[in-house]
């Protein structure tokens, strides 16, 4: 069974910076395209960073050269840093992946990060 489990979300000060990690379990990760999406009320979900298995990163402008997607296959784990944090990057963030493979998808049930003053 599939499990996606993210942590590193808080509150934070604008301007500032945070570390997710979501940790994959139950696949084998580096066949795993892994994206990291985020979530506020009353908006469609919002993909911000993506990286394939073969280390291709891409970023929406919402986001570039704020955010660094990363990953260890070694250690089944994708990161996501957050620098320059605005009120605005306030949402839960979820972790997704889906296989080289596959079309199915995998989600974790997301950390929220909330940026205020």
């Known amino acids: 069974q599939v499990q996606l489990v993210e942590s590193g979300g808080g509150v934070v000060q604008p301007g500032g910076s945070l570390r997710l990690s979501c940790v994959a379990s139950?696949?084998?990760?580096?066949?795993?395209?892994m994206r990291w999406y985020r979530q506020t009320p009353g908006r469609e979900r919002e993909l911000v960073a993506s990286i394939t298995n073969g280390g291709r990163r891409d970023y929406p402008d919402s986001v570039k050269g704020r955010f660094t997607i990363s990953r260890d296959d070694r250690k089944n784990v994708v990161y996501l840093q957050m620098n320059n944090l605005k009120t605005e990057d306030t949402a839960v963030y979820l972790c997704?992946?889906?296989?080289?493979?596959?079309?199915?998808?995998?989600w974790g049930k997301g950390t929220l990060v909330t940026v205020s003053s």
């Open positions: 997704n992946a889906k296989p080289q493979v596959s079309d199915t998808e995998y």
């Open positions: 139950g696949v084998r990760f580096g066949l795993l395209h």
